[in-house]
């Protein structure tokens, strides 16, 4: 099955490498089809480069928010990890939105020979050939993805897709913050508890958005970043200076880290865990439990 799949994979790609083109932005490579399904139709191409100016803002977002990230808000990097040792690429494949039906995917598994390079592996997402990030945070919250592959192994849907929402806030500004006065409440609630666990995107709006305000957690993104990152027609990538939570999704990134031997008990050991545990059920208590933990850390200071 595995053979199988990799050998498919394998003869697609060389077929669609064919007429596809590349755009590399530092360490961030843009693989595109100039014509055909998978194209960018009627592409923009302002400052007459000759690659699609929404190519290069999907790779500028990408590198925005990995400065952002890890130089301001010292998150840690994905290709630094011991994780992903030995890969040093972040590709990006245009594919149609009517093959992928979504907006954007995440890999966690390494692209060992790289489309735009076999010598150099890669961490890889996809984006709908839909996606003008001046308007949308796709390539944003597909990076964010990777950050979290980076940092620990757990990928309860919740978490993942909840906390890569909140992300999103880093460069497509939430106008509508909650108070953030019903965090204890939901942090104790046995019905939130169900929803959080059974939620996905939603669970930005109902426990790390109000988790972020609550504990006043305010994250600055410095000027020169925003001077720095623009797209193609000049506007910003970075719309206000604020991002809400950096500093407690880190914290909360950081103590599940720490609790993957705990999760691995039950599996026989951290090994086995990674392998077939990583969104497993029992995992949803352990994650909200380093909530819990982070809130009362800090909510004991105030
Ligand atoms: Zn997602």
Request: net charge positive.
């Given at each position: 099955m595995t053979i199988l799949f990799l050998a498919l994979t394998l003869m697609l790609s060389i077929i669609s490498t064919a007429s596809a083109a590349v755009y590399q932005q530092g360490v961030v490579s843009v693989i595109y089809e100039t014509e055909g399904e998978t194209a960018y139709q009627n592409p923009v191409d302002l400052n007459k480069n000759g690659v699609p100016d929404v190519v290069e803002d999907i790779a500028t977002q990408i590198n925005a928010t990995r400065e952002l990230f890890?130089?301001?808000?010292?998150y840690p990097d994905p290709l630094d990890s011991a994780r992903y040792k030995n890969v040093h690429a972040i590709e990006v494949d245009i594919d149609s939105k009517k093959n992928m039906k979504v907006s954007g995917l995440a890999y966690?598994?390494?692209?060992?020979?790289?489309?735009?390079?076999?010598k150099v592996r890669a961490l890889h997402v996809k984006i709908a050939n839909t996606v003008d990030p001046r308007k949308n945070a796709t390539p944003e919250h597909e990076y964010f993805h990777l950050i979290q592959y980076g940092a620990t192994y757990f990928t309860n849907k919740w978490y993942l897709e909840g906390m890569a929402r909140w992300s999103q806030d880093a460069v497509s500004k939430n106008k509508k913050y909650p108070d953030g006065r019903n965090v204890s409440w939901t942090l104790k609630n046995k019905l939130s508890e169900t929803q959080i666990f059974q939620g996905k995107y939603n669970v930005a709006g109902i426990l790390w958005y109000p988790l972020a305000v609550n504990l006043k957690d305010k994250a600055k993104v410095p000027k020169a970043l925003r001077n720095k990152y623009k797209y193609v027609d000049g506007s910003d990538v970075f719309h206000d200076n604020i991002v809400y939570g950096a500093n407690v999704m880190l914290e909360v990134l950081q103590t599940m880290k720490s609790k993957e031997e705990f999760a691995g008990e039950q599996f026989g050991g951290v090994k086995q865990w990674r392998r077939k545990g990583q969104r497993a059920a029992q995992n949803n208590k352990i994650i909200l439990d380093c909530v819990r933990e982070v809130y009362e850390k800090h909510s004991a200071k105030k």
């Amino acid at each position: 099955m595995t053979i199988l799949f990799l050998a498919l994979t394998l003869m697609l790609s060389i077929i669609s490498t064919a007429s596809a083109a590349v755009y590399q932005q530092g360490v961030v490579s843009v693989i595109y089809e100039t014509e055909g399904e998978t194209a960018y139709q009627n592409p923009v191409d302002l400052n007459k480069n000759g690659v699609p100016d929404v190519v290069e803002d999907i790779a500028t977002q990408i590198n925005a928010t990995r400065e952002l990230f890890h130089d301001v808000f010292s998150y840690p990097d994905p290709l630094d990890s011991a994780r992903y040792k030995n890969v040093h690429a972040i590709e990006v494949d245009i594919d149609s939105k009517k093959n992928m039906k979504v907006s954007g995917l995440a890999y966690n598994g390494v692209r060992n020979k790289s489309r735009h390079d076999p010598k150099v592996r890669a961490l890889h997402v996809k984006i709908a050939n839909t996606v003008d990030p001046r308007k949308n945070a796709t390539p944003e919250h597909e990076y964010f993805h990777l950050i979290q592959y980076g940092a620990t192994y757990f990928t309860n849907k919740w978490y993942l897709e909840g906390m890569a929402r909140w992300s999103q806030d880093a460069v497509s500004k939430n106008k509508k913050y909650p108070d953030g006065r019903n965090v204890s409440w939901t942090l104790k609630n046995k019905l939130s508890e169900t929803q959080i666990f059974q939620g996905k995107y939603n669970v930005a709006g109902i426990l790390w958005y109000p988790l972020a305000v609550n504990l006043k957690d305010k994250a600055k993104v410095p000027k020169a970043l925003r001077n720095k990152y623009k797209y193609v027609d000049g506007s910003d990538v970075f719309h206000d200076n604020i991002v809400y939570g950096a500093n407690v999704m880190l914290e909360v990134l950081q103590t599940m880290k720490s609790k993957e031997e705990f999760a691995g008990e039950q599996f026989g050991g951290v090994k086995q865990w990674r392998r077939k545990g990583q969104r497993a059920a029992q995992n949803n208590k352990i994650i909200l439990d380093c909530v819990r933990e982070v809130y009362e850390k800090h909510s004991a200071k105030k």
